[in-house]
């Protein structure tokens, strides 16, 4: 099955801790995108990746941090900086968002993180 | 920064009536494009319209864009309890790498 995969489904995490999220996608995307999810809230955008080894800041990407050292994975790792970090946590991939791609976004499950 | 405004926040139904979202933006766009996410799920995209679109159909959906008032709305025919779900709209500047820009979301809930 062609798809995008989170894990783990449900973290917790104690303040001051590090944790990352794991993002793989298996759809030989070149785009990558992770967003956060507040309750009742739409999606704001952390950091996204264009291609291998490039990534960029999105909205809110304070105490958030990424790699993309492959096409199919683009972790994302949730730092003891980030003051409010209990959300949910959305990757997505697409073809590209260059034309003739009209940027389709494909989401995994998600991950819900809670800070003890 | 949250290019979409959608409107109403929230929506209930009967089975079988018509359910209408629409959503707002600021800047000109390339495409806007429709998802839907059931409770604690992924989102899943629904359709997307073009900037030189005006109307589009998937099934029991409808979508119209209206660039010059910066609008677009969503149109589920016949609902079924099952469309229960959140609505966003996104929006693609078509400059910015990909990046999509989501709306707050309309939470529609369809009763049996």
């Known amino acids: 099955d062609g798809g995008i995969t989170q894990s783990p489904k449900y973290l917790f995490r104690k303040e001051g801790q590090n944790v990352t999220l794991s993002c793989e996608q298996n759809?030989?995307?070149?785009?990558m995108y992770w967003y956060r999810q507040d309750p009742g809230q739409g999606l704001r955008l952390i950091y996204y990746?264009?291609?291998?080894?490039?990534?960029q800041k999105g909205d809110i990407a304070e105490g958030y941090s990424v790699s993309r050292e492959k096409k199919e994975s683009f972790p994302l790792t949730v730092t003891s900086a980030q003051k409010n970090p209990t959300a949910f946590y959305l990757c997505?991939?697409?073809?590209?968002?260059?034309?003739?791609?009209?940027?389709?976004?494909?989401f995994g499950p998600g991950t819900r993180l809670t800070v003890l | 920064s949250q290019q979409g405004e959608e409107d109403p926040q929230a929506l209930s139904i009967q089975e079988g009536e018509n359910a209408t979202m629409n959503c707002s933006y600021k800047?000109?766009?390339?495409?806007l494009q429709w998802y839907r996410q059931n409770s604690g799920r992924g989102l899943v995209h629904l359709i997307l319209?073009?900037?030189?679109?005006r109307e589009k159909h998937s099934g029991r959906l409808r979508v119209t864009l209206d660039t010059s008032k910066k609008s677009s709305s969503l149109l589920i025919t016949a609902s079924r309890a099952a469309d229960t779900a959140s609505y966003f709209c996104?929006?693609?500047?078509?400059?910015?790498?990909?990046?999509?820009?989501f709306g707050q979301g309309t939470e529609l809930s369809v009763k049996p």
């Open positions: 996104a929006t693609d500047a078509g400059n910015q790498g990909g990046k999509l820009i």
């Open positions: 759809l030989n995307h070149d785009a």
């Open positions: 997505a991939s697409s073809t590209g968002p260059f034309p003739p791609f009209h940027n389709e976004q494909f």
């Open positions: 319209i073009r900037s030189n679109e």
């Open positions: 800047t000109s766009i390339n495409n």
């Open positions: 990746s264009q291609i291998v080894n490039d990534f």
